[in-house]
């Protein structure tokens, strides 16, 4: 079993920053990907970024690229994701997410795992 909270969400003006934390526990796995992905109400789950823990593959969609990053704290089992320049249309519950073997296809919610409980977002106009 993994566990994975997040924090550091919260309330935000437009073009405000905040840096979300996923903290993770359990099993240690060689090859894994941890994930963001966002769901605002009425709407679908969202892909925000994902990393290959052990390599340096990096992956976003054009909705956040050059404004958000995904990075890691290998000896804290940390993940994070910097937001900048944040709009009103990113508001929504955020998740981070393992998958516990690699995917070609590391956008799409069904290739995971676990997931946390979520952290919320809003971003104020």
């Known amino acids: 079993q993994v566990h994975l909270v997040e924090s550091g969400g919260g309330l935000v003006q437009a073009w405000g920053a905040l840096r979300l934390s996923c903290t993770t526990s359990?099993?240690?796995?060689?090859?894994?990907?941890m994930g963001w992905f966002r769901q605002a109400p009425g709407k679908e789950r969202e892909f925000v970024a994902a990393i290959v823990w052990s390599g340096s593959s990096i992956y976003y969609p054009d909705s956040v690229k050059g404004r958000f990053t995904i990075s890691r704290d290998n000896a804290k089992n940390t993940l994070y994701l910097q937001m900048d320049s944040l709009k009103p249309e990113d508001t929504a519950l955020y998740y981070c997410?393992?998958?516990?073997?690699?995917?070609?296809?590391?956008?799409?919610?069904?290739?995971?795992?676990?997931w946390g409980q979520g952290t919320q977002v809003t971003v104020s106009a």
């Open positions: 997410a393992v998958r516990t073997r690699l995917t070609a296809q590391p956008s799409l919610p069904s290739r995971y795992d676990y």
């Open positions: 359990g099993r240690i796995f060689s090859d894994y990907i």
